[in-house]
């Protein structure tokens, strides 16, 4: 996608609703973290397992990514164009984009990481993948804690994804193809 990312600090006009309701969200007060999914407003409140399947992936994929110059976190990610602004659970991206960047493009990532919680795992399974494989992001793993599997999706398109890997049960080896270039230990999901 070519458009660009609002700004944290963007002003809106009142006649841009879009542009209008992604400045409101970067300027809630508190803790809050919340994204908007096909214009619906969700707060997020991950549970520790929730946060321990991300963090094994980080773990794992940590040499690498010190290889690559990138940086994984739970940054900002706008989807001009749609009322969608996601925080996905890790993206990987190059580390000269993900300083002083208020939110990027899923095109500008290496990898991006869901993983499913009970109340939102229709959202990453059907939503989240049909939008990252618009906004061409080239690798998305879905880690899905109610089915116990793991999935690769690559190869974007607009009518999604044209590669899918799996599903792969939790335990099993999951390959990252390159620039990663490792297999994926899931058995700690």
Not at 163 to 181: I, S, T
Request: overall charge negative; aromatic content about 6%.
């Amino acid at each position: 996608m070519s458009a660009q990312p609002h700004s944290e600090t963007a002003s809106y006009a009142a006649d841009d609703p879009e542009t209008a309701l992604k400045y409101a969200i970067q300027h809630i007060r508190g803790d809050d973290r919340v994204q908007i999914v096909e214009g619906v407003i969700e707060r997020l409140s991950p549970t520790w397992d929730h946060e321990n399947a991300a963090d094994v992936i980080r773990e794992q994929i940590g040499p690498v990514m010190r290889k690559l110059d990138c940086r994984a976190g739970s940054g900002n990610l706008d989807l001009p164009g749609s009322s969608n602004w996601y925080v996905p659970d890790l993206a990987v991206v190059p580390r000269e984009l993900a300083k002083g960047a208020g939110a990027l493009l899923p095109d500008q990532t290496l990898l991006i990481v869901e993983v499913t919680s009970d109340s939102n795992g229709d959202t990453d399974r059907v939503v989240k993948r049909r939008r990252y494989a618009e906004y061409g992001a080239p690798l998305y793993l879905l880690v899905d804690r109610q089915q116990r599997a793991c999935t690769l999706y690559s190869v974007p398109g607009s009518l999604g994804y044209t590669k899918v890997d799996g599903p792969h049960p939790f335990g099993a080896a999951l390959p990252l193809p390159e620039p990663f270039g490792l297999e994926l230990d899931t058995a700690e999901f």
